[in-house]
């Protein structure tokens, strides 16, 4: 198995409902984070503002993992409490519609916070 380098070699090796998924999340933060680099870390998108990871996803057979560091998680715990997850992570079950208005106010909010952190 070859490692994947890209996040397009990432998102092409699902299948295609799971692809439409992560591609919009991809926008979601792309949009609301222009200036952020994109890479493959812990072997799954991850995009940095600042030198300082922003948030992270990934895909999995049954869910789509969303990753926003601690804060991120904790700032809309009460939103993402209908999901299963950790201190950083939240699963979204490919079963049910994926809260994307959700997705980009904690990515907005990471953006915000990220820029007043120290460099």
């Known amino acids: 198995m070859q490692k994947i380098k890209t996040v397009d070699e990432y ?5 295609e ?3 439409e998924i992560l591609l919009k999340i991809r926008q979601i ?7 952020a680099t994109e890479e493959i870390a812990y072997g ?3 995009y940095k ?3 300082k990871p922003l948030v992270y996803f990934a895909g999995f ?4 993992g969303f990753y926003a560091v601690p804060s991120g998680h904790a700032a809309f715990a ?3 409490s209908e999901y299963k997850g950790g201190k950083g992570s ?5 079963t049910q519609p994926v809260p994307f208005d959700l997705i980009e106010k904690i990515v907005i909010f990471r953006v915000k916070e990220n820029r007043t952190l120290k460099q």
């Open 49 to 51: 503002l600042n030198k």
């Open 61 to 64: 057979s049954k869910h789509i």
């Open 11 to 15: 998102i092409d090796q699902f299948p």
């Open 44 to 46: 799954m998108p991850a």
């Open 90 to 94: 939240v699963q979204f079950p490919l």
């Open 29 to 35: 933060i792309i949009k609301n984070a222009p200036d």
């Open 17 to 19: 409902n799971v692809q």
């Open 78 to 80: 009460a939103e993402l």
